[in-house]
Nanobody
Framework: QVQLVESGGGLVQPGGSLRLSCVAS????????MGWYRQAPGKQRELVAV???????NYADSVKGRFTISRDSSKNTVNLHMNSLKFEDTAVYYC????????????????WGQGTQVTVSS
């Protein structure tokens, strides 16, 4: 069974840093794009950053210059380095990935992790 598991959330002061990691496990034939989304209380889930299989990245305007997404394809891992954290970055952060469990699958399917809480507070 394919799954994504996030780690690295926690409590941090404004201006601080955190590193989130997400590992894909199970029977995986290939992974296309991987990304991070977040959902704050009372708000819709929103894109934070995505990275393609070729390494191209895209960021939400609110995190550009502060967050960096990276991936290690050999370990089926995607990371999110978060610097200069602000109160408004507080949210549950979700990892997602388009993956094919089997090589003969016609197209990749979207998988989500269970989420990890990031709280920015003084």
């Amino acid at each position: 069974q394919v799954q994504l598991v996030e780690s690295g959330g926690g409590l941090v002061q404004p201006g601080g840093s955190l590193r989130l990691s997400c590992v894909a496990s199970g029977s995986i034939a290939s992974i296309s794009s991987m990304g991070w989304y977040r959902q704050a209380p009372g708000k819709q889930r929103e894109l934070v950053a995505v990275i393609s299989s070729g390494g191209s990245t895209n960021y939400a305007d609110s995190v550009k210059g502060r967050f960096t997404i990276s991936r290690d394809s050999s370990k089926n891992t995607v990371n999110l380095h978060m610097n200069s954290l602000k109160f408004e970055d507080t949210a549950v952060y979700y990892c997602n990935a388009f993956m094919k469990p089997r090589t003969y699958d016609p197209r990749p399917s979207l998988y989500w992790g269970q989420g990890t809480q990031v709280t920015v507070s003084s």
